[in-house]
């Protein structure tokens, strides 16, 4: 076998002057199967692949791989009028299909992973030409073929007779859906967890940092962890609870960390005291929030928050079904997607919860979250630009750590910090 230098190798599409090449490697490629690989790769003539080269747009590209200015193996992506019959194997498929109708890769030059190199090539011109499905054909037994692609993210969808000896698995790539490569993922994962134990993700000072130190089990450090996340809502989280402190630290301010009292007050004393340092923005609306949060808290738990985790077996599910479900109304911007995940996330680091179900907990999926989680592959541009974003990240991280050592909130803070850090390079 050679060993190439894949930073020399160049893939191009192929033309009329090529076809010598492409018919020659298929014929040094067939000469050498042995009878049991016969059906791998059935031959075409020579006119046949001068004709494909010469009509594009009606058969559709041969991709060369050249060598030290030999071409080494090709692929061919076929858009011909047989995908209609392909198609009809497989249910459920949408939108334009394409064949990957042949990849051989000559036998001395087998073993640098060619053949992915290739298909990857292909899927890229693919989409290119607005190509939603890639199918591929692999015969029974052509284990280094199915395997190859399999790892590409190909299923195996069916099956057919294509001729009295030779049987061949259908193998179908949705281009537009993800294909996460988990374990490439896991790697970088490890690296960025490693990165920020060292404190090399731009340091480790999380924005509710700032806060008055209370005793970790007291109410009053569950009430302060609570009241200000349900106005952490798009906008800086670091001035946030800086204000929060601030607002905190001044005694004409402090009561309105305290639910029993902030209801005896007038709407305009609540209303100076969260405005004052700015820990409410928005003067009416983010007031309203506050009393409204003060009054379930009040009127649900004689205003001691620690009792909605006791009365819910500090169990994450149920706590998210209670606040998030059950009682939406009642739990105002807490009860979002992010900031009820990011609340929980916050209770557990900084009191003395602890939850029974902490894999349960999900990442908390703001712009920081959600950025670093599209930088590193495991969603999509249209996932990434979509109004669905923070459910799917949460979702994604869930899938990607099932049966790992990890746990979604391990990850929350380093990709927090990687992404409001300008995304350092992960070694
Ligand atoms: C399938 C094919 C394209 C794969 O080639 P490739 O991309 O160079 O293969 P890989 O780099 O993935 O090889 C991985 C390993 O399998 C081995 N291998 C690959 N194809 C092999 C074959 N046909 N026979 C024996 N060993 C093979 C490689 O030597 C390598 O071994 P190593 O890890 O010990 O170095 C190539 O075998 C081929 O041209 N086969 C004939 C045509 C064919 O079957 N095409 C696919 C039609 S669907």
Redesign the pocket.
């Known amino acids: 076998?050679t060993k190439i230098d894949l930073n020399n190798l160049d893939i191009r599409i192929c033309n009329s002057n090529d076809v010598k090449d492409i018919y020659n490697i298929q014929e040094i490629?067939i000469n050498n199967?042995k009878d049991e690989?016969k059906g791998?790769?059935l031959p075409f003539t020579e006119e046949w692949y001068l004709r494909i080269v010469n009509n594009p747009d009606k058969d559709g590209e041969i991709y060369g791989a050249f060598y030290e200015n030999k071409m080494i193996?090709w692929i061919f992506l076929s858009v011909s009028t047989r995908m209609e019959q392909i198609k009809s194997f497989i249910p459920d498929i949408n939108g334009k299909c394409a064949d990957?109708d042949?990849?051989?890769?000559l036998?001395e030059?087998?073993?640098?992973?060619?053949?992915?190199i290739l298909v990857n090539y292909l899927e890229k011109k693919a989409k290119e030409k607005g190509i939603d499905n890639v199918v591929?054909?692999?015969?029974f037994e052509?284990d280094?073929?199915l395997?190859?692609l399999e790892d590409l993210g190909y299923e195996i969808k069916t099956w057919y007779k294509k001729d009295e000896n030779i049987k061949r698995h259908i193998l179908l790539k949705k281009l537009n859906t993800t294909f996460i490569d988990k374990n490439n993922i896991l790697k970088v994962v490890d690296n960025l967890i490693l990165m920020y134990k060292r404190g090399e993700l731009g340091g480790e000072v999380m924005p509710e940092d700032a806060n008055p130190h209370f005793e970790k089990s007291s109410l009053e450090n569950y009430l302060y962890f609570t009241l200000p996340m349900a106005l952490n809502y798009q906008r800086n989280s670091y001035t946030l609870w800086e204000s929060a402190l601030k607002t905190y630290n001044d005694e004409e301010t402090k009561f309105v960390f305290n639910p029993k009292v902030c209801l005896e007050k007038t709407f305009e004393e609540v209303q100076y005291a969260l405005t004052k340092y700015k820990v409410a923005l928005q003067k009416q609306k983010q007031t309203e929030i506050w009393l409204s949060l003060c009054n379930t808290f009040v009127e649900l738990f004689d205003g001691d928050i620690r009792k909605l985790f006791n009365n819910l077996d500090n169990d994450v599910d149920k706590i998210r079904n209670y606040i998030q479900k059950e009682n939406k109304k009642k739990f105002p911007y807490l009860s979002g997607t992010k900031i009820c995940n990011y609340w929980m996330y916050v209770i557990y680091q900084y009191t003395d919860r602890k939850y029974t179900n902490i894999e349960n907990l999900t990442v908390a999926p703001d712009t920081h979250v959600c950025k670093a989680t599209h930088k590193l592959g495991l969603i999509n541009d249209e996932e990434f630009n979509s109004s669905n974003v923070q459910q799917i990240v949460i979702d994604r991280w869930q899938e990607l750590f099932r049966n790992t050592k990890y746990k979604p909130i391990d990850i929350h803070t380093p990709l927090w910090l990687w992404s409001r850090n300008g995304f350092k390079e992960v070694k």
């Open positions: 076998m490629v199967f690989e791998y790769f193996a990957i042949g990849v051989i890769v036998p030059y087998r073993g640098n992973g060619l053949q992915k591929a054909e692999v015969t052509n280094y073929s395997k190859n």
